[in-house]
């Protein structure tokens, strides 16, 4: 069974600094993994995904995560919080290497923006 | 763009009855939509996944006969809770895919109907 760890559920950042979003998965299969974001009372936004292609994968507003397969993990990144990305972020790993398949979603982690 | 359309997007019953949530694929064909439910201040778990012209697959502990799903046409699945009940009320989520170039899916998410049963 396929599943994901997100580390934090609340994060709290001053606007401007870093953000670090860490997610651990576990997979029986190469995994795809994915980043959604989900502001309050919305509906869930792709920030980006990983495929086996590389490593280092680029998103929407600025963030980034990069697939460790040796620490089985897919932390999010972005060099500098804005007030506009507080929301809820979900790490994802794909229920099974085939098609169009479910996700499996972590408990989620709570980014606070401080301004 | 893959776009998912959810209807209606809020909605207020009263207890005992049945409400039904429409999921829309706009621009392509799903022949599977998969149907979430997300508690307040919690994760996304899977109920079911809604197949066109066949049953639905629901998870375990997610009873089918409470949630009906029906996979009418290539473009449209509906999930109706019926008799409902005040813990029926949560966000009810819908998504639908394409197999994407890598063979990985890539799942668009309707924006979410949020139930509340009086």
């Known amino acids: 069974a396929q599943s994901v760890t997100q580390l934090d559920s609340h994060v709290s950042v001053s606007e401007g600094t870093p953000v670090l979003l860490r997610c651990n998965y576990s997979?029986?299969?190469?995994?795809?993994l994915f980043w959604y974001v989900q502001h309050p009372n919305k509906g869930l936004q792709l920030l980006l995904k990983y495929t086996s292609a590389a490593t280092l994968v680029k998103g929407i507003n600025g963030f980034e995560a990069e697939f460790k397969k040796s620490e089985t993990s897919f932390h999010l990144t972005k060099p500098s919080a804005h007030m506009s990305d507080a929301a809820e972020y979900f790490c994802?790993?794909?229920?099974?290497?085939?098609?169009?398949?479910?996700?499996?979603f972590g408990k989620g982690t709570r980014l606070s923006v401080i301004a | 763009g893959a776009v998912v359309s959810q209807h209606p997007s809020r909605v207020i019953c009263k207890s005992g009855t049945s409400v039904k949530i429409e999921c829309r694929s706009l621009d392509f064909q799903a022949t599977t939509m998969f149907w979430y439910r997300q508690f307040p201040k919690k994760s996304l778990m899977l109920m079911a996944t809604s197949n066109e012209g066949s049953k639905a697959t629901y998870e375990q502990g997610v009873e089918k006969d409470k949630f009906l799903i029906n996979h009418a046409s290539l473009t449209l699945s509906t999930l109706t809770v019926t008799s409902a009940h005040p813990e029926d009320s949560s966000f009810y989520i819908c998504?639908?895919?394409?197999?994407?170039?890598?063979?990985?899916?890539?799942?668009?998410f309707g924006a979410g109907s949020r139930l509340t049963v009086l």
């Open positions: 997979s029986s299969y190469s995994p795809s």
């Open positions: 994802v790993v794909s229920a099974r290497n085939s098609g169009n398949t479910p996700l499996v």
């Open positions: 998504s639908a895919g394409l197999a994407g170039r890598s063979g990985a899916n890539v799942l668009t």
